[in-house]
């Protein structure tokens, strides 16, 4: 089996910032699989957050032996991003060998569309509530927060979107002592979840304290073995797949989040409706679905995935599975 990885760029519809800085274009990778008659691909998106580069994930998909099997990446490759590409890959080329779509072969219902936030980016008050505003028709927003001054924030995205569902990402970016002060005022501008408000190595000043919205933990969950450490913290787990390694783990992880009373929430990085293909079938019964990378995109795929007012739809055939 052949293995190629390649680096693709896609322009973004406007400069996006959360917390730890800004970007105009998403820089992903790509990965082809293909047996001589059959191709499948995948994409991902490496994370300096996680140490990852375009350079270090590219030299970990390149090692990989040419008969690698999806049973053997668990072994191969830690999760991240480089087993992520792989995996959904080898799924999609063992769709295509198949001639059934991949959750057919994954014993999965057929899935529907789910409805999708739109995220925010981070700015003052006045352009968030401009953002807002302009995207109120929307019914799930998702704001970009994470600073001492976020308040006004707040404010100004509840009166652009008077009617819209909110839930706030603060990406690690308040303190304990941040948090306790607005978690009220969450509460009274009727923001749905906030994930991850401390750092995950700080995480623990959660345990005991007030969740009057329920709080997700996003950088604190990779993959089944996070579970653990989760308990007394957390009432939900955003599940990415550029996290858990890539489809199979992130069913399993779903699955596992579940069973020990989680509610489940299905996000991703910033990249193209290749990415955001596989997740759909994870986002399946969600209680957030955050796979809105191409809304944010000015350019995608070939035979992107639908959006429209039934969320996003699950992937054609001709992009992936």
């Known amino acids: 089996m052949r293995i190629e990885v390649s680096r693709d760029v896609f322009r973004l519809d406007q400069v996006f910032t959360i917390s730890r800085g800004s970007r105009t274009e998403a820089q992903v990778l790509t990965v082809r699989v293909s047996d001589g008659t059959h191709r499948g691909w995948g994409e991902c998106v490496p994370y300096a957050r996680y140490d990852e580069t375009l350079e270090s994930v590219t030299t970990e998909i390149d090692e990989l032996p040419s008969d690698v099997t999806r049973a053997a990446l668990a072994d191969l490759l830690p999760a991240g991003a480089a087993r992520n590409a792989v995996d959904c890959a080898l799924w999609d080329l063992e769709a295509k060998r198949a001639g059934r779509r991949v959750w057919e072969l994954a014993g999965l219902a057929a899935p529907g569309p789910e409805i999708t936030a739109y995220t925010l980016s981070l700015d003052t008050a006045e352009k968030m509530r401009a953002q807002a505003a302009a995207h109120a028709h929307r019914p799930l927003l998702k704001i970009k927060l994470g600073t001492p001054d976020d308040m006004p924030r707040l404010e100004a995205v509840r009166a652009g979107a008077p009617e819209a569902r909110i839930i706030v990402d603060a990406n690690e970016g308040w303190s304990a002592e941040v948090y306790t002060d607005l978690a009220p005022h969450l509460l009274r501008l009727g923001v749905r979840l906030v994930e991850q408000p401390l750092p995950a190595g700080q995480d623990d000043a959660l345990l005991g304290m007030e969740r009057?919205?329920?709080?997700?933990?996003?950088?604190?969950?990779?993959?089944?073995?996070?579970?653990?450490?989760?308990?007394?913290?957390?009432?939900?787990?955003n599940i990415k797949l550029d996290k858990t390694g890539g489809l199979t783990e992130a069913l399993a992880l779903r699955d596992a989040a579940r069973a020990e009373g989680y509610d489940v929430m299905v996000g991703c990085m910033v990249g193209s409706s290749l990415a955001m293909a596989p997740a759909t079938l994870v986002a399946q019964g969600a209680r957030v679905t955050d796979l809105d990378g191409p809304l944010l995109l000015a350019e995608d795929r070939p035979c992107p995935l639908v959006f429209d007012a039934a969320g996003i739809h699950p992937p054609v055939a001709a992009l992936w599975g």
């Open 212 to 237: 009057p919205v329920p709080v997700c933990a996003d950088e604190s969950c990779h993959d089944r073995a996070s579970l653990p450490a989760l308990k007394g913290k957390y009432d939900v787990v």
